[in-house]
């Protein structure tokens, strides 16, 4: 069986998840979902980064101990990720002992292998970002160093430290950045190889010493010092699969692995996160999926911008998880920024999930029970729009599989609006033969309530129940193969606002 190991980033529990967040992860689970409907054996992980001085220092603010803390932030992420629909399979957290077993491990091997050696380090760090940057990189503003992405002063830290030899990877790394077909969109690929052609990737220091850090897996070689919570966060994407744990399950999962990220975070994934598996013999993850922001107000969304929009503020406003899945993936571009602009959102809601789709599910749900009793049999097909399903059902097969999912939702509506346009045109409420036409509605929207099911699983439920046809998987799709509608509900799937 074909698999498909597919993870979000983990977020740091620091505070609450908001739609920036819900953005990568709808993603993650819409590409988990459309692969488990084609076949795929599939593996979702999700969690949250939860070592660390940012962590550390929120704990302190709130007057509880770290672990406190984030045993007490995890549930609200979970809370919210059910809110959402979210079918992760695995919800990691970087304090979970078969993690943390595993960040000592290799560790000890990237030691033992010659990759980490002892040095001293002086730079200014971003306790937000959790690492440093170098002159060029941040902000000089009244005598003062502030983070480019956070807009806060950087600390002067000045410490011993142990290194990871990234130098020693430069030519290879480079190579498979620009060779490896593995980074997505290409832009972000040219961006990382631009970057280490123009700086050179040089050793990173990966471990902070326990009199600052308290907070993190402690190195098994020498205990005065704590992992880098960066190393320790990408290594979940292995402990997910079981690395050095379960060897079948690796090698199961992992050359299927397809992370999807925030363009924030892009040169840990990419330039560190493949030195590392490099390092370790491990292969690089099959793809890398890099997604650009929301913005709000022309800044990137987040808490300490405080331009944040909470998951919560989307849900009570359009009512359902599935709508806000929608429109979060409505807006995806993986390559442009995208404003948060709620006007927009309400007109996208109203003008397609309530007026296009709602509204033909309603209509052709109350012409079938009022005219036929709610039984719908097989009758001639109409030629354009059955030759636009099935142009619909195979470009969709090919955009998934591109990732162009706001492309493909487009798709879907187009078939929805062929057949509102359809169902004025043949006027089933008055015309002597109501079959046919409301044959070959039903057929449109049981085409597009099945496309659409990766994002709006909920709805696909509602519609196929009430209509009386069955979610298959897209290979097995085809315009006309229903025999009979047994239509028992007309539902109204979403209401105006
Ligand atoms: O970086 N627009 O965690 P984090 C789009 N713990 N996506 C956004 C967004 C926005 N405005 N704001 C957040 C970390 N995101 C590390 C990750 S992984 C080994 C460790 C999403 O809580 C996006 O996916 O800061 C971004 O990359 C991620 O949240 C950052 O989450």
Avoid at 337 to 350: A, G, H, K, P, T
Wanted: net charge neutral; proline share 5%; glycine share 6%.
């Amino acid at each position: 069986m074909k698999t498909f190991y597919v993870t979000t980033p983990i977020y740091y529990p620091n505070d609450v998840p908001h739609i920036g967040h819900a953005y990568t992860t709808v993603l993650a689970d819409v590409l988990a979902r459309w692969h488990k409907s084609n076949g795929y054996d599939v593996f979702f992980l999700t969690g949250t980064d939860e070592h660390g001085l940012k962590l550390q220092r929120s704990a302190e603010k709130a007057g509880k101990t770290p672990k406190e803390f984030v045993d007490e932030m995890v549930p609200i992420f979970k809370k919210y990720w059910g809110l959402l629909d979210i079918q992760y399979d695995r919800f990691i957290r970087t304090t979970d002992p078969d993690h943390e077993e595993l960040v000592g491990r290799v560790f000890e091997r990237l030691h033992e292998k010659g990759y980490v050696y002892k040095g001293k380090y002086s730079g200014w760090y971003c306790v937000s970002c959790e690492k440093f940057y170098s002159e060029g990189e941040y902000v000089e503003k009244d005598g003062q160093k502030l983070c480019p992405i956070h807009n806060k002063p950087l600390e002067w830290v000045e410490e011993e430290t142990y290194f990871l030899k990234l130098s020693a990877m430069q030519d290879e790394i480079l190579h498979l950045i620009e060779e490896g077909n593995i980074i997505k969109p290409e832009s972000y690929a040219r961006e990382v190889a631009n970057r280490i052609k123009k700086e050179g990737l040089r050793d990173l220091s990966v471990a902070r010493p326990k009199s600052r850090v308290y907070w993190g897996v402690e190195l098994p070689f020498d205990k005065d010092f704590v992992a880098y919570v960066w190393i320790d966060a990408l290594l979940n994407y292995l402990t997910g699969v079981g690395y050095l744990r379960d060897n079948s399950r690796f090698e199961k999962y992992w050359p299927s692995a397809h992370h999807i990220i925030g363009k924030d975070i892009l040169w840990f994934h990419s330039a560190i996160w493949f030195s590392v598996l490099r390092m370790l013999g491990v292969a690089p993850p099959k793809m890398l999926v890099v997604h650009a922001y929301i913005v709000n107000r022309g800044l990137k969304m987040g808490k300490s911008t405080g331009n944040v929009v909470m998951i919560d503020d989307l849900l009570e406003r359009y009512g359902s998880s599935d709508a806000v899945r929608y429109l979060l993936m409505r807006l995806l571009n993986l390559e442009k920024d995208v404003e948060f602009d709620q006007n927009l959102l309400d007109s996208i809601y109203n003008g397609e999930l309530a007026d296009t789709y709602g509204n033909l599910v309603r209509r052709a749900g109350v012409l079938a029970l009022r005219r036929l009793n709610g039984e719908v049999v097989k009758a001639g097909l109409d030629e354009s729009l059955a030759s636009l399903a099935t142009e619909v059902i195979s470009k969709t097969q090919q955009l998934m599989g591109d990732l162009k999912i706001a492309e493909s939702l487009s798709l879907s509506f187009d078939l929805l609006r062929e057949a509102n346009a359809y169902l004025n045109r043949t006027q089933p409420w008055s015309s002597e033969d109501p079959n046919k036409p409301l044959y070959n509605v039903l057929e449109a929207i049981r085409i597009s309530t099945n496309l659409l099911y990766p994002v709006m699983p909920k709805t696909s439920e509602i519609v196929s129940r009430s209509l009386g046809f069955e979610i298959i998987p897209p290979p097995n799709l085809a315009y006309g193969q229903t025999q009979l509608f047994k239509v028992k509900d007309a539902p109204i799937l979403f209401k105006k606002v």
